[in-house]
């Protein structure tokens, strides 16, 4: 009877096995034998029998616990095989942490090297946002210490452990979070800790060995996942800059092709002859845009598209000490130089953004320019060096044979026997070619005689001329250019005789310290009655004392008479009334008239000295 009690017992215990029964139902076999009577013999046998049991179920939980630690790290390196995103790996991981250890919460923190802390990345099951905030530095905490010695660290009772450096900020959050046990394990890369793992409960537990090396495996997984994606990033990043490096040669190499092609296109439009709208016209096409070619003096050379442009003298320095096109709100600038000598500039229109090839192209075609503008100059020079022959031919010997310079001069498309002004122009430390190419434009007949430059000029006013020259190459050479003018005559005798006393102007004119200035024997007054070679008299009289003349016609009035009385009496006018025969305020009220149709300066002894050399000879001229 009892042999069969005892078969009976174990057929239950393999029952309950088969069944996945808990460990008390097991037990509970071996109770309800004792209870039951038997012997000592079977009993044994049968309390044996449920230890086996025991003995099996735990062996079979552990097995199980195992697999599913295993298929949990499986699942770990499978995400890090198809691992897109670096956070929701970690995510991952930190639930599989908690469900695998049967914790209330796991979480994941990174350190930060630069500032010497640690802060909270991932966390599964937590409750409070001041816990999910916290950070950390080296040594404090449980964290703080595992991330500072790159050990394990496990407590039972956080708040009742004294290994750890306690804070207020630590404790605070771990109390709003209500932890009570926790477990930490470092991230190592190599022996490098970037992080910690942690497992913890809201009560009190120890964690057993096991369950440290499992959440260790599962560290050095996120380890892992972390490690990957900092080499995609580097691998993004470095295939990002290979891109923009790879975009950035096609990009130039594109550029150079298309320098290439419009250098080559403009010096096409040069070699084969063409002039400066014809390079003007390539450079608008090129640069899809309206182009104006301008001189040293700011002179238009050419215009294509380029509506109602401007030029900027500033632009223009600013471009000529910079070597680089300029912006000038809606236009750009570039000055055409060689060396240190200023040949003109450019002006690009309707382009208000110009990108570094299209700038480079800009000032390339700036190089073409200059290159053109030499290459005329070179021609323009030897065309000179023929007219400058003619006129030294003139100048030197007009009696040689009078016929052949007027020939030569009609081939050279300048009639002698025209009207012409002579005009003779200096200046100091500018050599005598360059200043003549800059007089060039004044003039059909430009040569340098006697170390000075002479122009022929179709011009009726020479002295206007000589003065508007002046003016205008002093600024171009930025130094001071004297001018003096005759004529205009026509015929070979009378230009010699023009330019000796053009000559003789520009003498005076720098001896009576008017250097920079321009102009003929007229303009100097009486110091021109006194040197020119043809005095006009009346010219002399009416360009001084004009305004009294017409005025006294005009009104029969007798201030002419009244000046003559002034000057007469040594400007007095007490005695001057006695002369008139009026009263001194008379003379006073027609002294004032005087001076407001003859100027304030009237009584200047330069002017003094004019009026009255007028009125004397006013006085003799028929």
Known sequence: MATVMADDAVRTLLDLLARGAGGDQLAQVAATARASGLDGAELALIEQATENALRVRHTVAEHRRREAELTALFDTASDLARLRDTDAVLRSIVHRARMLLGVDVSYLSMNDEVAGRTYMRVTDGSVSALFQE????????????????????????????????????????????????????????????????????????????????????????????????????????????LNSANETISAHNAAMRRA???????????????????????VAEVLHGGIAVYDAAGVELARVGAGSARLSVKAVGKSRSSGRAVSTQDNWVCAVHAGQELLGSLVLTGRPELADADRRLFERAGVVTALLLILRRSVAQAEDEVRGELLTDLLTAPDRNPGALLARGRRLGVDLTEPHAVLVATADQVPRRRLALAAARYGALVGVHADQV??????????????????????????????????????????VEAHAEAARCLRSLLALG??????????????????????????????????????????????????????ASGSNLTKAKDVLHVHVNTVVQRMERIGSLLGEDWQTPERSLEIQLALRLHDVMP
């Open 454 to 495: 002479v122009v022929l000029s179709r011009e009726s006013a020479p002295g206007k001329v000589a003065a508007r020259m002046a003016t205008a190459l002093g600024s171009i050479l930025d130094t001071e250019v004297t001018v003096g003018a005759a004529g205009p005559v026509a015929g070979v005798s009378a230009l």
């Open 260 to 282: 290439e092609e419009a250098h080559d296109k403009l010096m096409d439009v040069v070699l084969r002859g063409g002039d400066v709208p014809d390079v003007a016209a390539a």
């Open 134 to 241: 916290v950070t950390l530095a080296m040594g404090e905490g449980l964290g703080g210490l595992v991330a500072q010695t790159a050990r394990p660290y496990a407590t039972r009772d956080y708040f009742a452990d004294v290994r750890f450096r306690h804070t207020n900020p630590i404790d605070t959050s771990v109390r709003d979070e209500g932890l009570a046990a926790i477990l930490g394990v470092p991230l190592l890369l190599g022996s490098k800790v970037i992080g910690v793992l942690y497992a913890a409960d809201r009560t009190p537990r120890d964690f057993a060995a096991e369950e440290v090396a499992l959440l260790a495996s599962l560290a050095d997984h996120a380890a892992i996942a972390i490690d990957n994606a900092h080499l995609l990033d580097e691998t993004r990043l470095a295939l990002a800059d």
């Open 514 to 567: 008017r250097s920079g200035q321009g102009g003929s024997m007229v303009d100097l007054g009486f110091v021109g009655l006194l040197l020119g070679e043809s005095t006009d008299l009346e010219a002399y009289v009416r360009s001084t004392l004009g305004p009294v003349l017409d005025y006294d016609e005009r009104r029969g009035t007798e201030l002419l008479r009244t000046l003559r009385a002034y000057f």
